[in-house]
């Protein structure tokens, strides 16, 4: 039986791997997983009573575009947010979370030849790996951009050759950043979108921890498209409520844009699309219109952030993360470093290069692991003292 070789060159996905890496050894101590980044701060207290009210709807089919309801909420709360006012029925369509838009939209938009070749899907290296996924699915090739230090942990597509930047049909950008915390400024997002123009490629946006900031709340791609009167069919911005609202079981996110990208969206979607169920969708609307448990949410974050930063005071190469729950510390080796800890302390972590590739430039990640946040107060604070003492002391 042949397979299709268009997804003959992915790696394992990451958990797996790190499940071959650290499995068959002891834990060195009490378990705690720091790999991944599944939020565990209460989620809001009306969510239950909100689901109990909306239960009849399990005896009704789900619109496959996302209720008016839930459509006008998310519309409110993009103007609230960004100042950007869209058309709920033609400019924003519900998901069952974001990772299914993000693949679905390449699939929608990414022509089957830009510039006379294979199209390019550029992307940052490291990754969220459904961005190469569906570049394979959609026949396009995978461009890798390496974000690093050097580059403020961002994809530099200002260093593509004339003809990759022709050849591109799609960039993704995630801002804030996963794994690193960088943010994308309204400079960075007026660069892109100037490239994007001059070169007639898609904007893909995936800002799920936009709402989960430090200081200063992130600038977002549809508002700086706005404000530059870029076409807003040339950007799609996909959010969340598993970060912002810690519901990653919701599974209810959003994907908006141009009128006429997001009609080739939906028609797709009408297809092959698994719409959230109703009850869910009632759920998401009222969460979306209430931001006092966010701003609760994000000021637990910051409280841990704190913590990291007085941890890791004596470590040069320390970066502080602006945004996000990740931490991504570097280290002589991610897997080796990922192996001791586990031995030694029972911590689990993510080998950074697990999250990218190799490239003519190397393996930005290599070098790294990503340690998420998410878990207690004191188990965070546990976590980061085993990996101060354990791999820097």
Not at 109 to 128: E, H, I, Q, S
Not at 221 to 226: F, N, R, S, V
Not at 330 to 358: F, H, I, M, N, Q
């Amino acid at each position: 039986m042949d397979f299709p070789e268009r997804f003959s060159t992915l790696p394992e996905y990451a958990f797996p791997r790190l499940r071959a890496l650290l499995d068959s050894h002891a834990p060195g101590g009490a378990p705690l997983a720091m790999s991944i980044g599944e939020p565990q701060h209460a989620f809001p207290a009306f969510v239950s009573e909100a689901l109990a009210e909306a239960m009849p709807l399990f005896n009704k089919y789900p619109p496959n575009d996302g209720s008016p309801d839930l459509l006008a909420a998310i519309g409110d709360w993009i103007a609230g947010r960004y100042g950007v006012t869209v058309d709920p029925a033609t400019q924003v369509l519900a998901l069952n979370g974001t990772r299914e838009g993000l693949f679905a939209a390449c699939l929608a938009l990414c022509p089957d030849r830009k510039a006379g070749a294979t199209p390019r899907v550029a992307m940052p290296n490291p990754f969220y790996q459904v961005y190469a996924v569906g570049a394979k699915a959609a026949g396009a090739e995978p461009l890798f951009v390496n974000a690093t230090r050097d580059t403020g942990f961002l994809p530099d597509f200002t260093t593509l050759s004339e003809a990759e930047l022709d050849e591109t049909a799609i960039a993704y950008v995630c801002s804030p950043s996963n794994p690193q915390g960088a943010v994308a400024d309204a400079a960075y997002w007026r660069a892109l979108l100037t490239l994007a123009e001059r070169h007639d490629f898609y904007v893909f946006a995936d800002e799920c921890y936009s709402e989960v900031y430090r200081n200063t709340p992130p600038p977002g791609a549809l508002q700086i498209a706005t404000e530059m009167g870029v076409d807003p069919d040339r950007v799609v911005i996909f959010h969340s409520l598993s970060k912002r609202s810690n519901l990653p079981g919701l599974r209810s996110g959003f994907a908006a844009g141009g009128p006429r990208a997001m009609a080739e969206l939906k028609k797709l979607r009408a297809y092959a699309g698994a719409p959230l169920p109703g009850p869910l969708q009632a759920v998401a609307a009222k969460v979306w219109r209430d931001e006092a448990h966010v701003v609760e949410n994000r000021a637990l974050y910051a409280a841990k952030f704190d913590r990291a930063d007085a941890v890791f005071a004596d470590l040069p190469a320390y970066v502080s993360p602006s945004a996000g729950f990740f931490l991504w510390l570097p280290v002589p080796d991610g897997e080796a470093a990922a192996l001791k800890l586990w031995t030694e302390t029972g911590l689990r972590v993510l080998p950074g290069a697990y999250l990218s590739r190799d490239t003519d430039r190397g393996n930005p990640g290599k070098g790294f692991i990503r340690v998420a946040l998410v878990a207690p107060a004191e188990d965070v604070d546990r976590g980061l003292i085993h990996i101060r003492d354990c791999l820097y002391s």
